[in-house]
């Protein structure tokens, strides 16, 4: 009988810790100009489950997630947005569905807040609900990581909601606690990262103190850009409630979103405006293949053009700012800028 080797038995025993480790870096962020489509869904989070299923070669079956409706993320240049002077750090914008707004710094160290801001519904003028950390940044991520990592982080700044002023002060712990197979409703992803996450967020205003809370996971591909899948357990100081989406597109790993908005300058003429003035597009490459969409403070499409328009009526446009998107023939977003009608 032969004598199995020593060397091929240690190696047998060795594998899965020799497979290479995905590793999540700033390729794997958003860019300028995404427009990412997700599933929101109404499933319930199981955090029991979900910190169980922890550590190397895994396999999370998200296959039977329940999509309650589609919606976006868009990724404009903070200069474009509406409150651009209130972020001068930042160098992405990020627009949720409903029009809340988030102000990134993505570095090759580093993912960071400096703070959002959203529009509070109401008669008009409509109050602005705004959360700043000027000096003392949110760290979300640090890049580049993989399965074993993790950090803290405090953050502070203050609290603009209509009549009420404040301060805030936070803390963020993080865990890169697994990796491996992700399955979702729209396929399956190999070289997927988890991350585990604690927020506390301390908000006082008028000398009183409220406390919010945030668990989340998330799951990142390092073929990938942009979240594939997010969960959260949010308490707000009075309810908890739970926040489930799926990217349903996820585009490559890569700067390709930034090289086009890059490539593709524009801008609007003349600018600012009355209502009812027509306006047209000027920049530094033909217009002639795209389409607009004119979006407003909430987040909404109010207008779309067909491909080769580059002139339109801002006719029964209320007073405010808005933002105008230049889409390619595949939706991919070449451009945006700040229209504003007074």
């Excluded at 491996?180 to 409703?185: A, F, V």
């Excluded at 597109?249 to 405006?273: D, R, T, Y």
């Excluded at 909404?300 to 889409?327: E, H, I, K, N, Q």
Aim: glycine fraction near 8%; include cysteine.
């Amino acid at each position: 009988m032969t004598k199995p080797s020593t060397l091929l038995f240690l190696f047998a025993i060795a594998a899965p810790s020799l497979i290479a480790q995905p590793i999540i870096d700033t390729p794997n962020m958003p860019q300028l100009g995404d427009v990412v489509t997700i599933g929101l869904c109404d499933d319930i989070v199981d955090a029991n489950a979900l910190n169980a299923a922890i550590g190397p070669m895994q396999t999370w079956d998200f296959s039977g997630l329940t999509e309650a409706s589609e919606e976006q993320f868009t990724f404009v240049d903070p200069a474009t947005s509406l409150w651009a002077n209130d972020f001068p750090a930042s160098n992405l914008c990020g627009i949720s569905w409903d029009g809340s707004h988030s102000y990134y710094i993505i570095g090759a160290n580093a993912l960071e807040t400096e703070g959002q801001a959203t529009i509070i519904p109401g008669p008009a003028p409509e109050d602005t609900a705004k959360i700043i950390y000027p000096a003392d940044h949110e760290r979300i991520l640090e890049l580049p990581y993989t399965y074993g990592d993790g950090h803290t982080d405090t953050f502070s700044g203050t609290l603009d909601a209509g009549p009420f002023l404040g301060t805030i002060a936070g803390t963020v712990d993080l865990d890169v606690d697994g990796y491996g197979t992700l399955i979702l409703p729209t396929g399956t992803y190999a070289n997927v990262v988890r991350y585990h996450l604690d927020r506390v967020q301390n908000n006082t205003v008028m000398g009183i103190t409220s406390t919010q809370t945030k668990e989340q996971w998330a799951w990142v591909s390092a073929d990938h850009r942009f979240w594939l899948l997010l969960m959260e357990i949010n308490n707000d100081g009075f309810s908890t409630s739970d926040l489930i989406w799926y990217d349903k597109n996820p585009a490559l790993a890569g700067p390709s979103g930034q090289a086009e908005v890059v490539q593709a300058a524009w801008s609007i003429h003349p600018n600012p405006i009355e209502p009812g003035t027509s306006v047209s597009s000027m920049g530094n490459s033909d217009s002639s293949a795209l389409r607009m969409e004119v979006i407003d403070a909430t987040g909404r499409s109010l207008r779309t053009f067909p491909v080769g328009t580059t002139r339109f009526s801002t006719d029964a446009m209320a007073p405010g700012m808005y933002v105008v998107r230049f889409l390619g023939s595949n939706g991919t977003s070449m451009g945006t800028t700040r229209l504003v009608v007074r």
